[in-house]
């Protein structure tokens, strides 16, 4: 985007994510852009204007959904939202991915306040008992 760049962001997303800039699934972009960085893999820490920032890979919801750890928070996207968790419905979504994700996310030690994509902020510890009440969802 043409104004981002004027005022020097840089535009950063997984790789497996990468196609929603370039064709825009959702219709809401006025015209496609390329990132300026690929993250890659299942974790990649970045140093980002003088902090480290560690992506971590939680599929799902999107291929490429990451939760960004950086100053002692976890920004967690559209992965875990207060109460809820992300929709996998999406011609490109994976149920079968969230639930590895759900499993992937309690296993992360400590506790964090979470800033979601959507709605107010939250904790990884208050989010625990729901994340297994969607794992349980996920066996039926």
Request: contains cysteine; hydrophobic residues 40%; charged residues 25%.
């Amino acid at each position: 985007d043409a104004k981002l760049q004027r005022m020097g962001a840089k535009i950063y997303i997984h790789e497996e994510d990468a196609f929603m800039l370039r064709t825009d699934p959702f219709e809401t972009m006025p015209e496609s852009i390329e990132a300026d960085v690929l993250v890659k893999g299942q974790e990649q820490s970045l140093e980002i204007a003088g902090f480290n920032v560690k992506f971590s890979l939680f599929a799902g919801h999107t291929p490429g959904s990451c939760m960004i750890e950086a100053g002692g928070v976890i920004f967690s996207g559209d992965v875990i939202f207060k109460g809820s968790i992300g929709r996998w419905d999406f011609p490109f979504s994976s149920g079968a991915q969230m639930r590895e994700s759900l499993h992937k996310i309690l296993r992360i030690e400590g506790d964090f306040t979470l800033y979601p994509g959507h709605g107010p902020n939250t904790s990884l510890q208050a989010e625990r008992q729901n994340l297994k009440y969607f794992l349980q969802l996920f066996e039926r």
